[in-house]
């Protein structure tokens, strides 16, 4: 199984201040025949579903505010809010999709400082 | 718009069923793999099932193997999990995931139905 492992569990960061999630898989998740990472980012608000954010490690979703992206290749990724908004309080998940069983990082909570 | 409108969540005592439901709508719903993905009160997301567009491919997560059976009605447009032999530990928000262009990413979410599996 992958395991994926994010860090920190949460990060405080002030309005308009910059604030990076990193992610960590046990194996690559770039696939060599497509060179893509199968590697997501969900942003979950209390009491709200999972809303995709981010594919292929670094493809905003439509919609998605340019201030979210995401980076990383191979087994390290890394979620950037540039400027972080009061709307972006959330728990962040990084998914592997490359491989049965698909597997999430544990969370990261993201608070106002 | 997709809409997808989980049911059949509830209290229910340990080594007893209960089957779930997901009616889904706004798109062509035989065109897409769906998944159970769960989420334990105040703790992380783990995905549970998939099923293929038309049923031919089925994968569970090994806490759920032998225990869970994910199937589908495309007619009905319903995405059902039978859950047997419940443990308190299958406590959790189901929710029902619908796929994107690649059939293990997920792109819409339900709001979830909770079972209760109380000790």
């Known amino acids: 199984d992958r395991v994926m492992t994010q860090s920190p569990d949460s990060l405080a960061v002030s309005l308009g201040e910059r604030a990076t999630i990193n992610c960590r898989s046990s194996?690559?998740?770039?696939?060599?025949?497509?060179?893509?990472?199968?590697l997501a980012w969900y942003q979950q608000k209390p009491g709200q579903p999972p809303k995709l954010l981010i594919s292929w490690a670094s493809s905003r979703e439509s919609g998605v505010p340019d201030r979210f992206s995401g980076s990383g290749s191979g087994t390290d990724f890394a979620l950037t809010i540039s400027s972080l908004q009061a709307e972006d309080v959330a728990v962040y998940y990084c998914?592997?999709?490359?491989?049965?069983?698909?597997?999430f990082g544990q969370g990261t909570k993201v608070e106002i400082k | 718009q997709v809409q997808l409108v989980e049911s059949g969540g509830g209290v229910v005592q340990p080594g007893r069923s209960l089957r779930l439901s997901c009616a889904a709508s706004g798109f062509t719903f035989s065109g897409y793999a769906m998944h159970w993905v769960r989420q334990a009160p105040g703790k992380g997301l783990e995905w549970v099932a998939v099923?293929?567009?038309?049923?031919?491919?089925?994968y569970y997560a090994d806490s759920v193997k032998g225990r869970f059976t994910i199937s589908r009605d495309n007619s009905k447009n319903t995405l059902y999990l039978q859950m047997n032999s419940l443990r308190v530990e299958d406590t959790a928000l189901y929710y029902c995931?619908?796929?994107?262009?690649?059939?293990?990413?997920?792109?819409?979410w339900g709001q979830g139905t909770l079972v209760t599996v109380p000790s």
């Open positions: 099923i293929a567009y038309d049923g031919s491919n089925i």
């Open positions: 998914h592997q999709y490359y491989s049965i069983p698909l597997t």
């Open positions: 194996q690559s998740v770039l696939y060599s025949s497509d060179n893509k990472n199968y």
């Open positions: 995931a619908k796929s994107g262009e690649v059939a293990w990413l997920y792109d819409y």
